[in-house]
């Protein structure tokens, strides 16, 4: 999007941290935000420091309804939406080997259905427009591995698989995509995730291992800017930190080997069946 000045911005999560930081860095760009969160009260908070271009909405990412309700609220408000930013999200640090189902099934519900439920309910009414952008939070940890970090970081390589697919999908329909992909940011993800956890996904078990130490990370408004960045230049992969070149340059170069290995010793599979 070229002109933000008068657009309106969704953002999940924003009653705390990245979200927090992507609405304040899109309120001094001029534009329009919707505060969303399950935590209302923090999102208040939020909205209220922001004055009358702001308003807050509950909402349970991890909900088809939920997210549909918040954009109708949000529509009825300001009439359209044309920044969403699916941000919210949540963190678990456990070995697979003794994680609960729940832990599973409480990360899959937020980080990857929030975003799927962003992109159902919101995706149509942007290419009706033909003007609009999406952002969705990933992580470093979805385009790199390791544990603890299993049941997250599958969460969020879905996150980016399902992002490239849609800018590929959009790129002719008016839509830009960004896959904002932070390392360690300030923010309250490893305390408000077991905050606002729901009872039946509940495992009974705290972060089982050490927590990232997000205190050490870079500042929330910080990412926000490089996210209005991104989307006034349309780029796709809103890289916060250069720290993990190193990493992710293994894992491609280790894809790119198992390539050329395979060439080598079953010889090409171009131009016949597989
Ligand atoms: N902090 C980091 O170092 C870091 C790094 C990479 C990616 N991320 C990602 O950034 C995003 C934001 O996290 P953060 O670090 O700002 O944490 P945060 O806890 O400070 O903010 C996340 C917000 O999401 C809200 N939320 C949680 N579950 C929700 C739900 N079901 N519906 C609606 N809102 C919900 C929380 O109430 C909170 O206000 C997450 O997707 C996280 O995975 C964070």
């Known amino acids: 999007m070229q002109d933000l000045a008068g657009k309106v911005a969704v953002v999940t999560g ?27 009260s923090k999102a208040q908070t939020v909205a209220a420091s922001l004055g009358e271009g702001a308003i807050a909405c509950k909402v349970d990412v991890s909900s088809l309804a939920s997210v549909e309700a918040m954009r109708d609220a949000a529509l009825q408000r300001f009439g359209s939406v044309h920044l969403l930013c699916n941000n919210a999200g949540v963190w678990i640090g456990a ?4 994680a609960d189902i729940k832990d599973w099934q409480y990360l899959i519900n937020v980080n ?25 939070t990933a992580s470093m940890g979805g385009l790199i591995s390791g544990p603890p970090e299993g049941l997250y970081t599958t969460t969020k390589f879905a996150v980016v698989g399902l992002s490239e697919a849609l800018l590929m999908e959009v790129a002719d329909k008016g839509v830009g995509v960004s896959v904002l992909c932070p390392g360690l940011v300030n923010t309250n993800l490893i305390t408000q995730s077991f905050a606002v956890r729901p009872d039946e996904f509940n495992s009974g078990i705290d972060h089982q291992q050490p927590a990232p130490d997000v205190a050490n990370g870079i500042s929330p408004l910080n990412v926000g800017e490089q996210v209005m960045d991104a989307v006034l230049e349309s780029s796709f992969y809103v890289i916060t930190h250069d720290e993990y070149r190193d990493i992710v340059a293994m894992r491609h170069e280790g894809i790119l080997d198992a390539l050329d290995a395979h060439a080598k010793r079953y010889g090409s599979t171009s131009g016949r069946a597989l």
Do not use: T, W
């Open 95 to 98: 070995m697979m080997h003794d």
């Open 112 to 136: 990857l259905y929030g975003v799927i439920h962003g992109v159902k309910a919101f995706l149509p009414l942007l290419v009706e427009q033909g003007e609009g952008h999406i952002v969705n």
């Open 14 to 40: 924003a009653g705390s941290g990245i979200g927090e930081g992507i609405a304040r860095a899109a309120a001094a760009a001029g534009m329009k935000v919707v505060i969303a969160d399950i935590d209302i």
